[in-house]
C-alpha cells in the first residue's frame, strides 16, 4: 500500500499486517488557498518517489482509492503503463478522479450519479468497502435509540444542536447515542450528569456495534458513514458539511432522491430544527427510509472491487 507520509495509515496499515509506502504530498486546500504555495516542490518529489515504488513492486495493477494520497502512484502507473482502477466514493468526484478517470481502466464508484459526472465508459456501482460486523436489521418503528455522529472529526454545530435539544430527545429516545468528536469532551461532561439517556462518545472504534443498537441515525454526509449505515439499513437525517466546496451536500442529496434520508441544511440546523425533523417522521415514513437505505446498501463492497481489480489484472 502507498500511503501519506505524516497520515494515519503509518499506524493502521502495519498494524493490520500489510506492507506500507509513504510519499510526501499533502492536497489542494481550496478553503485556504494559501495553504497550496508548497505543492509545486512536493509534487515531483513525491512522483518520483511512487516511480520507484511502481519499479521495486512492478504491480499488475494499481487501485487508487480517491484524494490527492492517490494521485502519485496513480500517476506512477500511468507512467509506466500498469493498468489502473479507481475509486471514487463521492457522488462529485474529486480532482485526482477527475484528471486520471479518462486512462482508467475501470472506475468503481458509491453513490448515485457519479457515473453523470464523469466521461468514462467503465463504470461499476461497488459501494465502499467496509470493515466487518455491519449487519442488516430491521430498525423499530417508532425509534426507540438514536445515533447521532459527525463523522471521525466530529461537527461542533451538529453538536450543539443535540445539546440544545436533549430535552426533547430524551422524551423521544430511550437512548441518545451521541458520538461528539474529542473537540465535543467539555460539552459531553457538561450535560451527562442532568440527562440519564444521553450516552456521549468522544470516539468509538466500533461504530458496527453502535449502529445494531441504532434506530435512526442523524449524521453529517460523509459517504463512509452513509456506506455504514446503509449497509445496515438505518434511516438516515443528514447535515451535510459545507466544507470542501460542499461535496456531501451532493452525498445527501442522492440519499434523500433514493428515499433513505431527509436533510437539514447546516446553515437551518438548531435544536428545534432537529426535534421538528425528527417529529415529521411517520411510522410509514420510517419504515420506507429504512426499506430504501437497505435497497441502497453494499454489503459485499469489497467483493465487488476485488472482482474488478481481478478482471483488469487478467484481462
Known amino acids: 500500500m502507498v500511503g501519506r507520509s505524516g497520515g494515519p495509515e503509518e499506524r493502521l496499515v502495519p498494524a493490520a499486517g500489510f506492507e506500507l509506502e509513504t510519499v510526501r504530498i499533502r492536497g489542494l486546500d481550496r ?14 518529489l513525491a512522483l518520483r518517489s511512487a516511480l520507484g515504488i511502481a519499479d521495486r513492486f512492478r504491480p499488475d495493477v494499481v487501485l487508487g482509492m480517491g484524494g490527492y494520497v492517490m494521485a502519485p502512484a496513480v500517476a506512477a502507473a500511468r507512467m509506466r503503463r500498469i493498468p489502473y482502477v479507481l475509486h471514487e466514493k463521492d457522488v462529485r468526484p474529486g480532482l485526482a478522479t477527475r484528471y486520471f478517470a479518462a486512462g482508467a481502466a475501470a472506475v468503481c464508484t458509491t453513490l448515485p450519479g457519479t457515473e453523470q459526472r464523469l466521461k468514462h465508459g467503465h463504470i461499476v456501482v461497488t459501494g465502499v468497502p467496509l470493515r466487518d460486523g455491519f449487519a442488516p436489521r430491521t ?10 455522529t459527525g ?3 466530529g461537527a461542533r454545530h451538529l453538536n450543539q444542536a443535540v445539546w440544545s435539544a436533549l430535552d426533547g430527545l430524551g422524551a423521544r429516545f430511550e437512548e441518545v447515542i451521541h458520538v461528539a468528536g474529542a473537540q465535543g469532551a467539555t460539552g459531553i461532561a457538561e450535560v451527562r450528569d442532568s440527562h440519564d439517556r444521553y450516552s456521549g462518545l468522544t470516539f ?8 445494531a443498537r441504532a434506530d435512526l441515525l442523524v449524521s453529517r454526509a460523509g459517504v463512509g458513514t452513509i456506506a455504514e449505515a ?23 442529496t442522492a ?3 433514493a428515499g433513505a434520508a431527509i436533510q437539514i ?21 420510517l419504515r420506507a427510509m429504512a426499506k430504501a437505505s437497505a435497497a441502497a446498501g453494499r454489503r459485499d463492497a469489497a467483493q465487488r472491487v476485488l472482482a474488478v481489480l481481478h478482471e483488469v489484472a487478467n484481462g
Open 31 to 44: 478553503d485556504a488557498p494559501w495553504k497550496n504555495l508548497a505543492l509545486p516542490a512536493l509534487i515531483p
Open 139 to 148: 430498525p423499530n418503528v417508532p425509534p426507540r435509540v438514536l445515533l447521532v
Open 151 to 153: 463523522g471521525s472529526q
Open 204 to 211: 468509538s472504534d466500533d461504530m458496527p456495534a453502535l449502529m
Open 230 to 252: 446503509t449497509a445496515v439499513g438505518l434511516p438516515m437525517i443528514l447535515v451535510p458539511g459545507t466544507f470542501g466546496g460542499g461535496h456531501q451536500e451532493e452525498n445527501a
Open 255 to 257: 440519499m434523500v432522491e
Open 265 to 285: 441544511p447546516d446553515v437551518e440546523l438548531s435544536g428545534e430544527t432537529l426535534l421538528r425533523a425528527i417529529e415529521s417522521l411517520d411510522a410509514d415514513r
